[in-house]
């Protein structure tokens, strides 16, 4: 009797600790939470890029220009000088000033693997005003000009690390101005540009990389204008930094 008494009493002790010892390894393999998910790859389908939500550009040649831009803004400039002397002995100054505002947001989308489609759509309006002359003799001609562009365009992006990427963009673009009732203007552009894409963030990113531009302009002007209808053509090497962001 007594030696099954021992061996109940055993047995129970072995059974108490399994089932401590199967408590504890429950609470010590207790699953971790899940890694966060890193953002897909910049040249994944699905993305939408707002190329240029601030940028700045530099250009050579008869397109040139620099400047600060984005999807609005507004810039204005003035100039004076002087012409030489007027009829009644006072200096002839001249002065031109002028106003830009625009609109022009830029959008691409990937539409399949490292492939992206996309436009600029830019409204604009400046506003000018050139005064010339002293005393009686002096005068001055303001001029409203409003244009109209679109620049669809296709590219390439092809990602290089986790957070840089290569993309190559051509386009064509055509834009449509009036200056008043003075003339009219239709112009038509080609542009290439090869970005480097830094991720700075989940939704922020950098670009930065050279552009090529070639451009053909028609002005037609109004009879009585004072001056003929003309063809201008030119082309520029320059170059772009801008912020974006990308959903």
Known sequence: MRTSIIVLLAGAIVCTSSTFASADDTTSVAPSPPPPLSPPSIEDRGHVIFDRVLSYGVASGPLGGFGFGGIAGYSSNSTDGTLGTAIDGTPARSSMRSAYVWLAPSLDYVFAKRLTIGATLALTNMHQRYSSGSGATGGSTQIDTFSVAVAPRVGYLRALTDDIALWTRVGFGATESLSGSLESSFGWQLEADSLLVFRAGRHLIATLGP????????????????????????FSVGGRASLGLIF
């Open 211 to 234: 552009t090529l531009r070639y451009g053909h302009t028609t002005t037609h002007a109004v009879v009585g204008a004072g001056w003929p209808d003309g063809t201008s053509d030119g």
